[in-house]
């Protein structure tokens, strides 16, 4: 998944919002969104506000 994202990220297909729904939902860690983003991830929300 975090290859898959990683691409997509780079082409604009994934936004950084769309990034940290995939790390509230564990199918990516935050250090695997701040090796795709070169930022850390700035909220920490639960699953439960989308």
């Not at 994934?14 to 070169?38: A, H, N, P, S």
């Amino acid at each position: 998944m975090f290859e898959i994202l990683k691409q997509r990220y780079k082409k604009n297909f994934v936004r950084k919002d769309q990034l940290q729904k995939y790390v509230i939902l564990g199918k990516i860690t935050q250090e695997q969104y701040f090796d795709i983003t070169g930022e850390k991830q700035k909220s920490e929300q639960t699953e439960e506000e989308f």
